[in-house]
């Protein structure tokens, strides 16, 4: 997607965190538009919009439950003063597991 980078600095351990959550940053510093554009996404990816320094931000963001999703932004983000504004779905078309296969043929 996108070139930018994401405000949020996520740490060895913040990611093994999300893992561990089930949850997958997949796009740092995407937008709307990006995800609407974008062809072949699963659909577990949520765009998740949040404010930093008094900027808003989005990143795309792989997970079964939002609430997951919420979960480690919100944690991330209290301790920066920022916040979540939104957790938006229903960009992808392809079921997860699907996706997860097609990524694998890729690799080979």
Known sequence: MSNET???EWTGKDLEEAKRREVLIFFHGTSH???IEGK????D???VEYELDGKTHFDGVRSYKMAN??????DK???LGGKVIS????YGSIKPNMF?????EKKK
């Open 40 to 43: 072949g996404l699963p659909n």
């Open 100 to 104: 997860n296969l097609q990524e694998k």
């Open 45 to 47: 990816l949520h765009l």
């Open 33 to 35: 538009e990006e995800m």
């Open 69 to 74: 999703i919420f979960d480690i932004y919100h």
């Open 6 to 8: 994401s405000i949020l």
């Open 87 to 90: 957790i938006l779905s229903g």
């Open 77 to 79: 983000l209290k301790s």
